[in-house]
């Protein structure tokens, strides 16, 4: 049996539902077959295809790029046969599948995650830090992911949906809370609540006090927009958030000039375009 074949074949189908588990055992127990038989199954497809699907890392099996690209190519197909049958008996609208962090969810989508709840489409959300996010859209699992600063790489297709200031947050009886805005000097001295060292905004945070000649503290470090500013409103230190983030009674957010805005990304793979598209309308995004 060649490659094209197996493809449209059960085969696939099985491979859909053993990358989902990475598990042999879990999978065939979901397939209803013998765990022998997925595995047939799935040599059989890789010497199609002329391609190894997964590889040993101790005890963990993880998929190889080919196998990454499978598992994605896999799942559409599924989706795409389970959406026709949907609407070939009149029944309710595919789930759509979003990739993004709490704060984004919170404050940059979430009002177009409502609207289009309204519309009666059902939303299924999973709660990623970048990485996460794309690792979910690449494989299939999620048909749209929301990221943050630099846009994904050009094997996803990309819109920009938001770009906000960042802010100084503090409490509304510091010196600094009267400022129409700071500049990156006027932190000299300030204990700051960040994020952790690694995480994106705190490398970004790094470089420009840095390269601004900026003294500083580490006052914590929470991962999170609602962490960052619920210590700030405990008095724990200042923060640096997108502007976007709302804030409690008693604290104020003071644009920073010398701090490139945080620009928001919505991210597809381009067989999910026309399932998306109704959530790129909300955005208000024209690709």
Known sequence: MSGRDLLEADALRSFAVFAEHRNFTTAAQELHISQPSLHVKIRKLATALGVDLYERDGRRLTLTAAGERLAAYALDSRRRVEEFLLELHHESTPTLTIAAGRGALRWVIGESIQRVGRQGRRVHVITADRDAALAALTSGRADLAVVAHDPPGRQVEATQI??????????????????????????????????????????????????????????????????????????????????????????????????????????????????????????????
Not at 184 to 203: C, E, S
């Open 162 to 287: 938001a770009a906000y200031r960042q802010v100084l947050v503090l409490g509304d009886g510091h010196p600094l809370a009267a400022r129409r805005q700071v500049r990156l000097g006027d932190l000299d001295g300030l204990d700051l609540v960040v994020p952790p060292a690694g995480r994106p905004h705190r490398r970004a945070l790094d470089r420009a006090l840095l390269d601004a000649g900026v003294r500083w503290q580490v006052a914590a470090e929470v991962d999170g927009w609602d962490l960052l500013v619920h210590l700030a409103a405990l008095g724990v230190g200042a923060t640096v958030v997108n502007g976007c983030v709302g804030l409690p009674e008693g604290l104020r957010a003071v644009p920073i000039h010398g701090l490139s805005e945080i620009r928001y990304w919505a991210t597809w793979r381009r067989p999910r375009r026309a399932v998306v598209q109704v959530l790129l309308d909300q955005f208000g995004a024209h690709p």
